[in-house]
């Protein structure tokens, strides 16, 4: 499974930005999905987490309606839609993948519920 997330650039308060994470798997509907961020000297942070079929979603307090995730099963990707971004929204962020056969579940905040990882793309919002 491999995972390439793109979209992260730089920009300025108050932008937007959609990042997208597309998955080279046979059927992507059979992974639960999710985004998680790093800031340089900070753990990684939970974001968001998607269904299998896309229609539920769970997201993280910090995002307050700002953060959209969704996803496309007909081209194997995912997408975080980031609205009002802030300067503290400056993170690598990394999609995640989910083997449907997790008894966990999509929905969790755990790093360690997924278990395929991309590299990460940067996102650096300045004042």
């Known amino acids: 499974v491999q995972l390439v997330e793109s979209g992260g650039q730089l920009v300025q308060a108050g932008a ?3 990042l ?3 998955a080279s798997v046979p059927t992507f509907s059979n992974y639960g999905m999710g985004w998680f961020r790093q800031a340089p000297g900070k753990e990684r942070e939970f974001v968001a987490s998607i269904s ?8 993280a307090d910090f995002t307050k309606g700002r953060f959209i ?3 496309e099963n007909a081209k194997n990707t995912l997408f975080l839609q980031m609205n009002s971004l802030k300067p503290e929204d400056t993170a690598g962020y990394y999609c ?14 755990g790093g360690s ?7 990460g793309t940067q996102v650096t919002v300045s004042s």
Request: proline share 0%; with cysteine.
């Open 20 to 22: 997208s994470c597309v």
């Open 69 to 71: 995730i969704s996803r």
């Open 113 to 119: 519920d997924f278990d395929y990882w991309g590299q």
């Open 52 to 59: 299998w079929s896309g229609d539920s979603a769970y997201y």
């Open 16 to 18: 937007s930005l959609r």
């Open 96 to 109: 995640a993948a989910q083997l449907r056969s997790r008894a966990k579940g999509w929905a969790t905040s």
